[in-house]
């Protein structure tokens, strides 16, 4: 398949519709990375926010918009008063 620039494609990549109104935006499904589970990621989403996983629950750290990857959130520490 031969693609002529970015949006024809992603046009070809799976995705899920998020409805807004009249208009439908869709975004790419990610896997995690623990359990390959397809995670819905939202048009509004940063780098570095943290999302659950549906299936097995881990948190899941976003490290990279395009594309758009996961990666297990590092655990926090206590700072024990420092």
């Known amino acids: 398949m031969a693609f002529d ?23 790419p499904d990610v896997n995690c990375p623990e359990c390959g ?9 940063i780098e570095g926010e ?6 097995c629950g881990v948190e899941l750290e976003v490290t990279s918009l395009e594309p758009c990857r996961l990666a297990p959130a590092p655990k926090e520490e206590e700072d024990w008063g420092e």
């Not at 970015?6 to 998020?18: E, F, H, R, V």
């Not at 589970?37 to 989403?45: K, N, P």
């Not at 943290?50 to 299936?55: R, W």
């Open 37 to 45: 589970a397809a995670i819905g990621v939202g048009t509004d989403t």
């Open 5 to 27: 620039g970015l949006l024809d494609w992603a046009a070809a990549l799976p995705t899920k519709s998020i409805g807004l109104g009249e208009e439908s935006w869709t975004m």
């Open 50 to 55: 943290i999302l659950p996983c549906p299936e």
